[in-house]
């Protein structure tokens, strides 16, 4: 199942080879769950990635809901809890995007402000400074920020902080020298312009349950979660 995962995982996403890896995983045994739980976990992720690819929110928590239940008799399913996390966050689709208020910002006036905002289209990205992957999708973020934001949208980026990081994985920073390094990295060296909201306390993290970052949300002029 692994294998054939490797080998069509980027069709899969595309339901071109997506039916086979199904079958093979609704096919295994819950020891062969319990002894390749990655494999089952990223089959079925990848399921729901697809049907919400092609605007079928309900048929994503259908398949979510198949995975937690091939994994409710393997009495250890590491993986469970990230399909808990997954489904969670798949239910807000489609529905009202939750307010979310930070009074910290790093390159805007500081004071209480919304991240969401009625009648923009926002895009808002959850990331770190220690996440490789948080630094490229800034990047990216304001290429596509550069793009549309003639034409309506919001970008915000809220970044987790406090936590005293600092360069080359240092730890144990006062707030003032992790304050200092966030604008060093993203106003500096990124030459981000979007607002950037500074999250001390995972508040985020406690309304929205990011669970992996980056994390992106799209909500569109309505406030609802697309």
């Not at 770190?128 to 800034?138: D, F, K, P, Q």
């Not at 005293?164 to 003032?176: N, Q, T, V």
């Not at 312009?193 to 799209?218: E, H, Q």
Request: glycine share 8%; charged share 25%; net charge positive.
């Amino acid at each position: 199942l692994y294998q054939t995962y490797l080998k069509h995982g980027i069709a899969a996403r595309q339901q071109l080879h997506l039916a086979r890896a199904i079958d093979a995983a609704r096919a295994m045994t819950a020891k062969q769950r319990a002894e390749a739980p990655l494999a089952y976990y990223l089959v079925m992720e990848a399921a729901a990635e697809a049907d919400l690819y092609h605007g079928d929110a309900a048929a994503a928590l259908t398949r979510i809901d198949e995975g937690i239940r091939g994994f409710s008799d393997t009495l250890e399913a590491p993986w469970l809890p990230w399909l808990r996390d997954l489904r969670q966050r798949y239910a807000g689709i489609e529905k009202p995007a939750l307010p979310l208020m930070f009074d910290q910002w790093l390159n805007v006036s500081s004071g209480p402000r919304q991240v969401v905002s009625p009648g923009h289209v926002t895009l808002v990205m959850f990331g770190a400074i220690g996440c490789r992957g948080s630094r490229l999708g800034t990047s990216v973020l304001q290429q596509f920020y550069d793009q549309y934001r003639s034409k309506g949208l919001r970008v915000v980026f809220v970044v987790f902080a406090g936590r005293g990081e600092g360069p080359y994985g240092a730890r144990g920073l006062s707030w003032d020298k992790e304050l200092a390094y966030h604008r060093e990295v993203w106003l500096k060296e990124k030459g981000l312009t979007y607002p950037i909201a500074l999250d001390r306390k995972l508040v985020s993290d406690s309304i929205y349950d990011i669970g992996t970052i980056p994390m992106y949300y799209l909500i569109d002029r309505s406030g609802i979660v697309r």
